[in-house]
């Protein structure tokens, strides 16, 4: 059993993009089935904890990205959620705001990119160092981005293995944890674009 966390905030519901953020969680967790041959539960961020973990008898969990700012999640709603994650005791491939969540799981601060500009749309990253994720892949491929915000430092633990010049810490491993986190959307590959489908493939060939 697989489990991926919407980590998008209920106030993007009303926003006018709202009904596709939703309708594309359902699509990933599709794609997670389709690429695992495993069962999949989507479970919003503020309902994930422990004993929902044990209980489904996950074997490794997903983090989505988000839209809504960081100071629109209250502590009370991401305490479980963080727990578990600070944990690193169950292999995690996080997605933009899912490697942000990671990251402040351990007590990390986020940072705006510089002169606070957005890295959007499929462009480069570059894939530097080996490792199992990255099997099969070229020093650069193209791949999904839509964030403002970035890990700018990496947590104990972790190692840098992606980058661009805008998000030096583009894509981050954990090899004794088994956790992997991108600030790109490796999720939204294409077939012009397959990339990411490549990585999160190997990711689950690695964990399980």
Known sequence: MLVF????????????WGEKIYAA????NYRLEDLSGLHCMLVRY????????????????FL???????????AEETASLYEVLAARDIPTFGFCGGMQAMA???GHELSPLADGVTESGYTDVSLTGDHPVLDGLGSTEIVRHAHALQVADVPAGFRVVGSTELTPNQMMVD???????TQFHPEFFTDEHPAGKTMIENFMRWVL
Do not use: C, F
Not at 5 to 16: F, G, L, N, W
Not at 25 to 28: K, L, N
Not at 49 to 61: E, I, M
């Open 5 to 16: 966390v919407d980590m998008e905030h209920a106030s993007a519901r009303s926003q006018p």
């Open 25 to 28: 969680r359902t699509w990933i």
């Open 46 to 61: 503020d309902r994930l904890d422990r004993t929902l973990l044990d209980r489904l008898g996950a074997q490794a969990l």
């Open 64 to 74: 989505s990205g988000s839209s809504a700012p960081p100071d629109r999640y209250l």
């Open 104 to 106: 402040q799981s351990y």
């Open 175 to 181: 090899d004794e944890n088994k956790l992997v986190a």
